[in-house]
């Protein structure tokens, strides 16, 4: 027998020998077997829709996954999740395994027969009664924290991909609440988090969490206040605390008004005598708001 072999770069699958010559299992199992270790890992296989799809039918195809149950190539684990779903898992070797080794996964087997291809339609589902769900206390959130989160729901709103939770949205309301404090609206929050969105998008939690941080308003400058001057109690010139100015001291040369002195001193004059008029035409009982 002469036996030729092409090299191959890319499709191909790995076999053992000890698999491909055990003559335990007959030609049908091994070409199951070598079927299954084809397929990517992860990938769930229908038993029905194989054997459909195989010459053999059904019954050719369940003996041979009893022959693969047998020899320890193939494992069928029932796992019970922790809302009391029960689902399989199905386990394929490429070199047989010993009984009672549990393959690599969470939970623990509770079976290891073969998957049958038929379903008893009259039968009832056995599933355990669910367990009874703790109720989880509501975390504790400030006022601000609280208007955070609601207000994050409402800007994501219009997107369906990005709706999220109630406690989604609290573990998020102290970046919203940042955002606030540096001066951002509800638009700057929808420009932000809105557009653009990936293709396609696993997680809505991660992706908001990641645009608030990386897109957060920066801090403002502080603003400078207003500088507040009073008048002169000897000349009336403007001076930054009420008292008198240096030049009315004698500590500094006094510095010649702009234009005619005597008009200026004329014009103030006229300004207060106007601002002690409209202060005494206030009725009664009024806050006086100028002062003379």
């Known amino acids: 027998m002469h036996v030729h072999r092409s090299a191959h770069a890319r499709n191909f699958t790995v076999l053992p020998n000890v698999m491909l010559q055990d003559r335990q299992l007959s030609y049908t199992a091994r070409g199951l077997l070598a079927d299954l270790l084809s397929r990517p890992d992860g990938r769930r296989e229908d ?115 990005l709706r999220i939770g109630q406690a989604e949205a609290e573990a998020l309301a102290p970046l919203v609440v940042l955002w606030q404090e ?45 500088a507040r001057y009073s008048e002169c109690g000897s000349c009336h010139d403007p001076v930054p605390r009420p008292g008198i100015c240096l030049s009315c001291a004698g500590l500094a040369p006094r510095t010649p008004a702009a234009g005619n002195n005597a008009t200026t001193r004329a014009g103030m004059a006229r300004v207060r005598e106007a601002m002690r008029a409209a202060k005494a035409a206030l009725p009664p009982g009024l806050p006086a708001t100028f002062t003379g």
């Open 47 to 161: 038993g029905r829709k194989m054997a459909d799809s195989s010459p053999q039918g059904r019954r050719a195809i369940y003996k041979a996954l009893k022959e693969l149950v047998r020899a320890g190539y193939y494992r069928v684990e029932k796992i019970k999740l922790d809302d009391g779903t029960i689902i399989s898992e199905n386990h394929v070797f490429d070199t047989p395994q010993l009984p009672g080794v549990p393959s690599a996964g969470p939970g623990a087997p509770a079976a290891t027969t073969a998957e049958p291809l038929t379903k008893d339609p009259g039968k009832e589902p056995s599933l355990p009664a669910p367990e009874p769900v703790q109720p989880v206390a509501p975390r504790a959130l400030d006022e601000r924290a609280r208007e955070a989160a609601a207000l994050l729901l409402q800007v994501v709103r219009p997107e369906p991909r």
């Open 182 to 226: 540096r001066g951002a609206t509800p638009a700057d929050l929808a420009t932000a988090l809105l557009p653009g969105l990936p293709v396609p998008l696993h997680s809505p939690v991660a992706v908001l969490r990641d645009r608030l941080r990386r897109k957060m308003p920066p801090v403002p400058a502080p603003r400078a206040e207003a």
